[in-house]
């Protein structure tokens, strides 16, 4: 069986993804202040790693887990729903842009918005 990640491209379209999803939240006046401080370089990496495991391109994730990871920008920045759907929003901006399939944005957009993962990066 294919995944998801192979059919948008492997570790070279995830790694083009990942570097033109954060020029585009960047510039992206609703949540580009809960990057001001962080080391893009890093986040980057970690964005990366976490997709290939999203995606199905690896069965092993060691990053932190999307609560912890997102606790304090909950309890301290406001991170809310809006910014949720505004970070959803830019990676399908993101992938449509690069000319990914309907029926593979449609699979992503499944994987990105899925309720668990709202609820574990806003800590409900």
Do not use: C, W
């Not at 990053?63 to 759907?85: C, I, P, T, W």
Request: glycine share 6%; aromatic share 8%.
């Amino acid at each position: 069986m294919t995944t998801l990640f192979e059919k948008l491209g492997g570790a070279a379209a995830v790694n083009l993804a990942v570097d033109k999803f954060y020029e585009r939240v960047m510039q992206d006046d609703r949540i580009k202040h809960f990057f001001a401080d962080v080391d893009m370089v890093k986040q980057r990496e970690h964005q990366k790693d976490f997709l290939t495991y999203a995606f199905g391109g690896t069965d092993k994730y060691n990053g932190r887990y999307m609560r912890e990871a997102h606790k304090e920008l909950v309890e301290k920045q406001g991170l809310s729903n809006e910014h949720f759907d505004a970070v959803a929003e830019d990676l399908m901006e993101t992938l449509k842009e690069m000319g990914v399939a309907e029926d593979l944005l449609a699979e992503v957009a499944a994987v990105a918005a899925a309720p668990q993962h709202r609820k574990e990066v806003l800590n409900q």
